[in-house]
Every structure is written in C-alpha cells, then in structure tokens.
T-cell receptor, first 115, second 110 residues
C-alpha cells in the first residue's frame, strides 16, 4: 500500500461550524504533514508530526487544530474558520522526519469551502 | 526565508515536443524532488534526487541534481496530452522542511 488517503474529498462549512479532515497512510511512515494550497500556488506547510508528536507549527491560527491519534492517522480539526481559509488541504507522509532521503507522498486533498 | 526560483512559469507546447524546466536557489540543497499536480488532485512524486550531478529518469522524464547543488532541471521528452498539469520542484536545505518552487504550468496542444 503506497497511498495516502484523505476524507472527505470536498467540504463546505459555515463560519460557525466545527468539522474535521482525516488522513491515513499504511506505509509505516513516521512523519505526517498538513499543507494548505491555494489555486495555482505551491503547497504551504502548516504542521509536521514526527513520531506522533507535533514538531512544527508554522504559526497557524488556533482555529486549525491538528491531532495525530496514532502513526497511521492524522486529523485536522476546524472551528470558526474564515472565508479566506477556503483552499485545498493536503496531507503528506514520509518515512523518517527530516532525513536526507525523505520523500513526501501526498494525498488527493480535501477541497474546503468556507461560506 | 529561502526561495526557489522555478522557470518558466508556464509553457504551451505542441504534442511531441520536448519540454525543459528548472529550479534555482541561492542556497545549497541536499535533496531535490519533482512533483506533478493535476487539477483537483494532490501532487504526485515524479523523481527524487539526492546527490550532486545525479541524473535520474522515469520513463520520458529525466531530472538532474545540479553539480553546484543550487539547481535542478526536469526534461520531458516527446510530450503527450496527459502531461498537462503543474510541475513543482521542491528542495531541502539540510534536514529542514521542503521548500517548493512556484510551479510550471504545462499545456500540450494535440
């Protein structure tokens, strides 16, 4: 299994809603990442989990709350988002965090629209 | 922060033509990755490079890790319509986070 899966594929939410994005990988990878991507722009790193512990938070607003329940799962909890948070949210994983030979594999993304 | 300059920004070519794009940095990188992203999908890893001077192929794709460790290029030979998408380079200086180029949008005319 060489796949990163993400659910849901699409999500529409109001500014007062609470929702969660889910990511799963079964490649034995010990680093997992959340990225945000606007149209025709490169992915922007949000969070990095290394061995299930949060190792990098790129100054992301607290309305985004990541969680790593185990080595295969990564969640992103959303609360009180703003319309400008609408974007494609990508999950990625890699074998070892920060290693030189550290290829990141991306999931298909969740297209989020905040109304 | 560190930046990657990726060029060209976009390309519109005829099917069958060869394509070349590159990324340059002012800093030394230890890793270069090339991704392709199609609309509505996540980036797909095409080629990974880890040694200066390394030349790696994946089908019609060939990428090289520049000898100065500050650049990389990707070539696509004999382009076909399904090559359409945005190509991103990504590099890692040391063991830090990946830094992405701004992308090259490729359109192929049948």
């Amino acid at each position: 299994d060489t796949e990163v899966t993400q659910t849901p594929k699409h999500l529409v939410m109001g500014m007062t809603n609470k929702k969660s994005l889910k990511c799963e990988q079964h490649m034995g990878h010990r680093a997992m990442y959340w990225y945000k991507q606007k149209a025709k722009k490169p992915p922007e790193l949000m969070f990095v989990y290394s061995y299930e512990k949060l190792s990098i938070n790129e100054s992301v607003p607290s309305r985004f709350s990541p969680e790593c329940p185990n080595s295969s799962l990564l969640n992103l909890h959303l609360h009180a988002l703003q319309p400008e948070d609408s974007a494609l949210y990508l999950c990625a994983s890699s074998l070892l965090p920060g290693g030189v030979e550290d290829e990141q594999f991306f999931g298909p993304g969740t297209r989020l629209t905040v109304l | 922060g560190q930046q990657l300059n990726q060029s060209p920004q976009s390309m519109f070519i005829q099917e069958g033509e060869d394509v070349s794009m590159n990324c340059t940095s002012s800093s030394i990188f230890n890793t270069w990755l090339w991704y392709k992203q199609e609309p509505g999908e996540g980036p797909v890893l095409l080629i990974a490079l880890y040694k200066a001077g390394e030349l790696t192929s994946n089908g019609r794709l060939t990428a090289q890790f520049g000898i100065t460790r500050k650049d990389s290029f990707l070539n696509i030979s004999a382009s076909i319509p399904s090559d359409v998408g945005i190509y991103f380079c990504a590099g890692r200086p040391g063991t830090g986070k990946l830094i992405f180029g701004q992308g090259t949008t490729l359109q192929v005319k049948p």
